[in-house]
């Protein structure tokens, strides 16, 4: 017993110096980014790093706020990401519930599709379609960009949440149906509560492409003004010449907030759709 | 349905068509129409466009959609001083990154289903990279590896590793590597969240069996965790693999494909190629080799998906 007990603090010794290594590698970067968005200039660039800032100052945020496009940047990234997501929502919907619940010709194909269509270079989708929106008169277009996140959240996000529909009992919806309600009915009262952490994952999935993404953004936004964060991060790194770091980390902190607050309250939630399709059980 | 609410009959032809448009066959149409549809436009149709505009000198310019054969192809393997070492970079970039975000993960995942205290907090600091925007990763990281101000050197010469300072993102000999922890910062929280899934399926009971059987940690290891992470896994690597292999962002923000070519990417010289030069036909050929060298994982990734399902 000694012995057991013995072993099992040694596995805990070498499993905590392990995650000790890794978070510091994983979390540093956002410590960097955070402490530093507070730093004033003379403790940025130092040949010997500031860990905390001796006099913390706002000045950066206050100077990107102000000084700089960001806050339209964000209403921007805002605005492209939410009405990405309640698209994908509808579409991603009714899609993962036809092919959840019922048999039809082509069900395989359209499965396969779903799996593969997001594993596509990104280029080679790029090119045309940026193609066809020049025709369309979409580039430079807020719509434009929701349109291409949009398909690039559905394949997955319909697999994703056909998994999540699997695992909802289909005698719900009968016996809801034997009751009087219409398909649509026992879609609305009956089946959506009880599927909703699967379509919350969803959502999650679709804001998140739609907030991160940078090379389609980077490819059809020509007006400044319209630019998303993820381009207009960039841009001002291209045009601030010698680099003003602390300014960029605020602006960087600005980015992953949001992000990182949704990740917080739907932790869970991601995980187990991510995994949904992969693990059995 | 809507027969019945007309007072007048419906002509025969149109009796029909609603009677069979109302059918139960017919109903799972409704639903997937507003799914198939944009699929079918927005993924299906580029696609194909995409391939056809390979075979074509088409830029933005002279907008010339005639077939060309495989004129792009030639050029691109006969007469493209990049394209070789683009491929190659490519290659060494993706290995790499697969390799060491599957082992960084698998010794993640095993520390993470330890039952032991903080494991939530570890378990959501080995997983933040995930919410940060590949280009926010890039821009930070590069700061990190500034040669005069960046944490990297200065960590490196106080542990006494080098002893002068190293532009990591503008010499040949490091930019790759530099690049590579970027990506693989980003991606090896995947790998921590399918493995660790696919660990806490494993019955505590089988590690007991095989323990009163006198198997060791390390034989456990080999002859029952190996085994039973063996579909997760795959799925893992592949989707890495697929996800490495097609990697834009944070090279394009780190180095855009220099110093002097070394991380030269065949997804940077196919955006430069069509958005730089205009040479769209040249760049979807780039495109379309890649997607030819995708095929294999692509394939594999998607029947194991299916065969999980059925």
């Known amino acids: 017993m000694e012995k057991f007990v013995r072993r099992r603090l040694v596995r805990y010794v070498f499993a905590y110096a392990w995650l000790l290594i890794i978070s510091t590698f994983t979390a540093f970067p956002f410590f960097w980014m955070l402490t530093s968005s507070f730093k004033a200039r003379p403790e940025i660039f130092t040949r010997i790093p500031v860990f905390f800032p001796k006099e913390p100052t706002l000045a950066n945020y206050n100077y990107v706020l102000t000084e700089t496009p960001a806050g339209r940047y964000f209403l921007n990234s805002l605005y492209i990401a939410t009405v990405t997501t309640l698209l994908a929502l509808v579409l991603t919907t009714l899609g993962a519930y036809a092919l959840s619940r019922f048999q039809f010709r082509m069900r395989r194909s359209l499965g396969v599709w779903l799996i593969a269509g997001q594993m596509f270079p990104g280029v080679l989708m790029l090119i045309p379609l940026f193609v066809t929106l020049t025709r369309l008169n979409l580039v430079n277009t807020y719509a434009g960009l929701i349109i291409v996140y949009t398909m690039g959240a559905l394949p997955f996000s319909t697999w994703m949440l056909k998994g999540y529909f699997d695992t909802v009992p289909r005698e719900l919806e009968d016996s809801a149906m034997i009751d009087g309600c219409s398909r649509v009915g026992a879609i609305r009262r009956v089946f959506l509560p009880v599927a909703a952490p699967g379509i919350a994952a969803v959502a999650l999935f679709a804001f998140t492409i739609a907030w991160q993404e940078f090379m389609f953004a980077l490819t059809m936004m020509k007006d400044q003004e319209k630019y998303p964060l993820s381009v207009g991060i960039n841009f001002f790194v291209g045009i601030a010449g010698s680099v003003v770091w602390g300014n960029i980390m605020a602006m960087a902190v600005l980015i992953i907030v949001p992000g990182l607050i949704f990740f917080l309250f739907l932790q869970r939630y991601m995980i187990s759709g991510l995994t949904a399709g992969a693990v059995k059980g | ?310």
């Not at chain 2, 006969?78 to 790499?96: C, E, K, R, S, Y």
């Not at chain 2, 697969?98 to 080995?126: D, K």
């Not at chain 2, 040949?172 to 995947?190: C, D, S």
């Not at chain 2, 896994?233 to 990697?247: D, P, Q, R, S, V």
């Open chain 2, 1 to 310: 349905m809507s027969t019945k609410t007309l007072s007048v009959p419906l002509p025969e032809g149109l009796e029909r068509l609603s009677r069979r448009l109302s059918n139960r066959h017919i109903t799972p149409y409704y639903y997937l129409l507003p799914t198939v549809i944009p699929l079918l436009l927005l993924t299906v149709y580029p696609l194909l466009r995409g391939i056809y505009l390979a075979f074509t000198q088409y830029n933005l310019y002279n907008k010339d959609t005639t077939l060309v054969g495989a004129f792009n192809f030639i050029e691109l393997t006969t007469n493209d001083t990049l394209f070789w070492g683009a491929l190659a970079n490519n290659i060494l970039w993706t290995v790499g990154i697969v390799v060491i975000t599957y082992a960084l993960g698998l010794f993640t995942a095993i520390a993470l289903n330890e039952n032991m205290p903080l494991q939530g907090l570890f378990r959501g600091l080995a997983l933040i990279p995930w919410v940060c925007p590949a280009v926010v990763a890039a821009l930070t990281w590069r700061w990190i590896f500034d040669p005069h101000f960046g944490m990297l050197n200065y960590a490196l010469m106080e542990v006494g590793l080098i002893d002068r300072q190293i532009g990591w993102l503008g010499d040949k000999n490091t930019a790759l590597a530099a690049t590579m922890v970027v990506a693989i910062w980003k991606l090896f929280p995947f790998s921590v969240v399918m493995l660790l899934a696919g660990l806490q399926t494993v019955p505590e009971e089988l590690y007991e069996a095989g323990a009163i059987d006198g198997a060791g940690v390390l034989g456990r290891f080999r002859y029952i965790t190996v085994p039973l992470l063996n579909r997760v896994g795959k799925i893992a690597i592949l989707l890495t693999t697929i996800w490495a292999f097609n990697h834009f962002d944070s090279v394009y923000v780190l180095t855009g494909g220099g110093p002097g070519d070394t991380t030269m990417l065949l997804s940077i010289m196919s955006y430069l190629n069509a958005f730089r030069f205009f040479k769209i036909g040249y760049a979807s050929a780039v495109g379309v080799v890649m997607l030819i060298l995708l095929l294999l994982p692509i394939t594999l990734y998607t029947r194991q998906v299916l065969e999980d399902v059925e």
